[in-house]
Every structure is written in C-alpha cells, then in structure tokens.
Nanobody, 124 residues
C-alpha cells in the first residue's frame, strides 16, 4: 500500500510562488514515476508535471513549462512542485500521484496511487 500526502497549498497573489510537497510512504519508490495533476473548478483533472524517481527525468505540461519545477528528495521520499509566476488560471486542487511502471509520460489512467489533494488559489 502506498500513501501520498500533499502539503503546501494556500492563497497567493498573481505573480507569487508556492511550493507543494508530497510525502510518499509504504513502498520502495526507486522504479516509480511521481506526478502532479490539478483540477480547476468546473474542469477535468489535468497533468502538470512528472519525474522519474530514479534518474530524475522530468516532463511538464506546456502551460507550466518555465514556471513550475518538479523535484524529488530520495532520502526523504518526497516530491516537490515549485510554482513561480503563478496566474489566476493556476487555481486548482493539486494532486500527487504515483505510477508504478515508471512511465514519465504516463496518462492519468496509468497512475496507480493518488493523494487527497491540496488547494492552491491564486488571486488577481
């Protein structure tokens, strides 16, 4: 069983920054890909960023490329999402997820475990 717990959400003004963290426990994550997704009000959940636990290869949605950075801390079993230059359209519930197959471009359906989500609100 894998547990994923997100933290770090909150309210920030446009142009500001937030750092989300995902604490992972329950299994060895060496072969996993960890991803961040988000669901904005009235919209479907969408991919944000992903990172392979081993090697650190990353993949980003075009909408966040150059503003968001995903990283992992192997020793602490945490994955972080540094979000800079935030825009009101980044407002959403952000979810951490784990893909057991280690596919850096895995689709939402291919993720096996999900956290409960953390709210990010960007005011204009």
């Amino acid at each position: 069983q894998v547990q994923l717990v997100e933290s770090g959400g909150g309210l920030v003004q446009a142009g500001g920054s937030l750092r989300l963290s995902c604490a992972a426990s329950g299994r060895t994550f060496a072969s996993y890909t960890m991803g961040w997704f988000r669901r904005a009000p009235g919209k479907e959940r969408e991919f944000v960023a992903a990172i392979k636990w081993t090697g650190g290869r990353t993949y980003y949605a075009d909408s966040v490329k150059g503003r968001f950075t995903i990283s992992r801390d192997n020793a602490k079993n945490t994955v972080s999402l540094q979000m800079n230059s935030l825009k009101p359209e980044d407002t959403a519930v952000y979810y951490c997820a784990a893909n057991l197959a280690g596919l850096v471009k895995a689709t939402e359906r291919e993720y096996d475990y999900w956290g409960q989500g953390t709210q990010v609100t960007v005011s204009s």
